[in-house]
């Protein structure tokens, strides 16, 4: 399971989801949707969401193992 | 963009369309008692009006459809008036206006969403080759038809509501 912290890292440098949406050239609910961890960005725009929050894909996405 | 954004709304407007649709269909059907009449060996249909009623339901309901598609068309114009770079076309039949591929989520979404609309509609057909089968009127198969339409724009709305919250 793909989780992140672009939540925490995004109120870390106070945007809101639209700015934060309009930055990386997507719709506010994108950004919700990854946040609550129900939609995996691509590539490029987790490249761009890094690149806007200043970290590294890595830092910002991780792998979980899914308990069953 | 907004919960009221008009291709979120796109599949009830068609649904209230057919609803309606269906409400003059029925009408009519209820409206006139058709039968055969023989003239020198020849078949002429003819037809007996018998109810008031069922013909000002169809009225009314054809009344409300053009009323239906002129709001319709003015929300489009405001659309366009308010996103200039994402115009729409009111009647288009190359692709439909609900289909939102604004970023990868949405599209993601809405190929979602149009996947379980395609399901219900193959067993919908289905279903509809067993009742041909049967003599029904063809003002019912005309219905059916209809009210699948509707219950497919109604699966795929319920479906891209929760994106766009």
Not at chain 1, 34 to 52: C, D
Not at chain 2, 11 to 39: C, H, K, N, Q, V
Not at chain 2, 131 to 157: A, E, K
């Amino acid at each position: 399971m793909l989780k992140n912290k672009v939540k925490e890292l995004r109120a870390r440098h106070s945007y809101s989801q639209i700015h934060l949406a309009a930055l990386t050239g997507v719709t506010r609910q994108t950004i919700g949707f990854i946040e609550k961890g129900e939609f995996s960005p691509s590539v490029t725009l987790a490249l761009k969401l890094s690149q806007h929050l200043q970290v590294t894909v890595d830092e910002l996405f991780w792998l979980e193992e899914e308990k069953n | 963009m907004q919960k009221k954004d008009i291709r979120m709304q796109e599949p009830l407007y068609t649904s209230a369309f057919f609803t309606l649709f269906i409400g003059s269909i029925l009408g009519l059907a209820y409206t006139f008692r058709y039968f055969d009449i023989e003239m020198q060996n020849r078949i002429i249909l003819g037809l007996e009006k018998l109810n008031i009623i069922p013909f000002i339901i169809a009225i009314v309901c054809v009344i409300l459809a053009i009323i239906l598609c002129v709001i319709y068309v003015l929300k489009i114009k405001k659309h366009n008036f308010e996103n200039p770079t994402k115009k729409m076309k009111a009647f288009t039949a190359f692709t439909l206006n609900e289909f939102n591929d604004d970023d990868e989520f949405f599209n993601k979404a809405t190929n979602a969403a149009t996947r379980i609309g395609y399901l219900f509609f193959v067993n919908a057909m289905s279903v509809l080759l067993v009742l041909l089968l049967f003599q029904f009127p063809h003002y019912v198969y005309m219905v059916i038809i209809l009210g699948i339409c509707i219950i497919q724009n109604l699966v795929y709305y319920s479906r891209m509501k929760k994106y766009y919250q």
